[in-house]
């Protein structure tokens, strides 16, 4: 499985972004895809997945803020991203796994500052 992030840019705190990743198999094959992100000094940590079944999971600190979806027609994930802070700042990567195999897209920069 390929995966292609896009959308990440530098946006002042409260702004908002929307981040893409194309998948390169059929998105309703897969049962689980989601974002981590990795900021300077810190470890990935997994942000927000989508599951079979539209089940969605975020982390705490995103939580009210940030939406996950899927669009099957367009093979894509979303991440819409409202109220950014500046602890938002990172690298975001989407994920996979798929057939017990884990799959990374290539990361796209989100900077969040003033």
């Known amino acids: 499985v390929q995966l292609q992030a896009s959308g990440g840019g530098l946006v002042q705190p409260g702004g908002s972004l929307r981040l893409s990743c194309a998948t390169s198999r059929s998105i309703s094959s897969i049962n689980v895809i989601g974002w981590y992100r990795q900021a300077p000094g810190n470890q990935r940590e997994l942000v927000a997945d989508i599951r079979s079944g539209e089940i969605t999971k975020y982390a705490g600190s995103v939580k009210g803020r940030f939406t996950i979806s899927r669009d099957s027609a367009k093979n894509t994930m979303y991440l819409q991203m409202n109220s950014l802070k500046p602890e938002d700042t990172a690298v975001y990567y989407c994920?996979?796994?798929?057939?017990?195999?884990?799959?990374w897209g290539q990361g796209t920069q989100v900077t969040v500052s003033s």
């Open positions: 994920n996979t796994l798929y057939f017990g195999l884990d799959y």
